[in-house]
C-alpha cells in the first residue's frame, strides 16, 4: 500500500507491506471470530483438544452387562464405545454440550447412535400440556431442519451432556475453548502478523519524503520502487539511490523490539489452564525428564481420570435401561502400569532397609485393597513387637537413657496430637545413631498413643 502525503516544502510517500485496514478490521476474512473459527485456524487450541480426547479415549472401558464382562456395548455397531467417548469430548470442550441421537429400527440397527455436531443442535426447554418443562433437540444443517416429519427430538431421545455455566441451565456449557479463544487468538495474530510482515519482504511501514520540487519523474521512480520491494520477499534487499534531501523513515518498531516469546509464552500458559494441561506436554519444555514425568502423571490423575468418571456416570445412566454398564479403568493406562512398577520397586527398597510393609505403603501412599488391610496391621504388629536391642548404658547413665526416653516419647505424642507423623527427629548425645535410626522406622508406624507408648516401654525394659 502507497500514499503521497503532501506535507508543505516536501511531499511524503508512505509505504505498508499490507493494508492496514484488512489488519485492524474485525470483520477480515482472516480473523478468528469464534470457537470453530479458533479450532480450524489456532494449532494450540487444535492440539489441546485433540490432546485431551486421545488421552480419554485411551482409558480402558469394561462393558458388563447384568453385571457381568461382554466385549460390545449395545450401541456398538453405529458408534463404538471409544468413538463416541472421543466424539463427546470434543463437543464439551469446544462447544460445551454433546448431543447423540438414539436411531431406532428404522435406521437399520436394532438400537443406535449417532453423534451430531454441536454447533448445528439448539437446545430449548418449554412447558407441556401437563405442566412440566420439556426439553427439546433439533438439528440445521444447510437450510434443513432434522429430525424429518417433526418438530424435534425430546430428552429420551437423545444421549444429552453439557459442561457447568453459570449463566444458563439448559443449550451449551462453558467450554474450555471458549475460555481459551482470546489467548489463542494472541498466539494466532502474531503468527499472522509475521506472516504479513515476511510477506511484505520483511519491510516495516515506511515513510520516504523528498523535497517539494523534486520532479515528477524522480518521486514516481521511488513509489514504484517500494511498490516492488513490498510485494514480496524476493525483492526485500533491491538497492534504492536517492539524494542526500531524501529521507527515509521507519514509521513501526522494529521485530527484535517485539518481546513475541513471552508474548507467546504467556498466552500458550493461559489456554494450557483452560484446557488443564500441563504447558511441558503442550512444548516440551520441562526442566527434568522427572518434573515432566510428575506433570505427565498428574495430568492423568487430575484430568483425565476427572473426566474418565463424568463420562462414566453419564454413558451408565444411557445405558441402565438396557441392563448394561461401563467402567473406565484408568489405572491400567500405560503411565499408571509404569507408575505402579516404581511404587512397587520402592516398597521392597523400603522393605530390605528395615521398614515394615506396613511402613512402606504408607510412606509411598500406595493404595492397598481392604481384604489386604489384616496382613499389613499384622505386618505392622510383627515389627513392634521385634525386640529392640541397645547398647547397655552403665549405671550411672540408667537414669539418664530413661530421662531421653521419657523426653523423646513426650516429643512423639504432642507431634501426634497435631496431627503430624510421631517419627520426630530426636537429638541426644547419650544415644548410638544407628539406634536413633532404628526408633525412627517404628514410630513410622504408630498410629496412636498406644503404639508410641508400647515402643518406647520396650526401649525402657530392655535398658
Known sequence: MNRTIDLGSVKAVLTSPWALQELMDDGGRERVRNVPEGFSRIPLIFRCVRLRCNTLARVPIHVFENGKEVEHYPFEDSTPLQSLVWLTEAALLLDGKSVSVILNTDDGYDVGIQWLNPFTVTVKERLDASGRWQRMFWQNIEGQRFPRGRDFWTQDEVYYTREFSVLSDTGSGTSAASVALMDGETTYNISRFLKQFFKGGAMPITMVTVPKETKEAERTRIEDFFKRAISGITRAFRVLAVNEQTEIKTLTPEIKSFDIKALDAHSIEAVCDAFDIPTS?????????????????????????????????????LLKPYGYSVDFAVEEMPEMQENEEERASAVLQYVNAGFSLAAATAILGVQVPDEFQPELELSKQRKLAKPIEIPKPTNGQVAMVKAEMERWQRKAISRLREGKPAAVEFESMLLPDAFKTHVGKLLVEARSEADIKHIFAQIVENA
Open 281 to 317: 506436554m503442550i512444548r516440551g519444555q520441562a526442566k527434568t525428564k522427572a518434573i515432566s514425568d510428575t506433570e505427565r502423571e498428574s495430568f492423568v490423575n487430575d484430568t483425565i481420570a476427572a473426566r474418565a468418571g463424568y463420562h462414566q456416570l453419564k454413558l451408565n445412566e
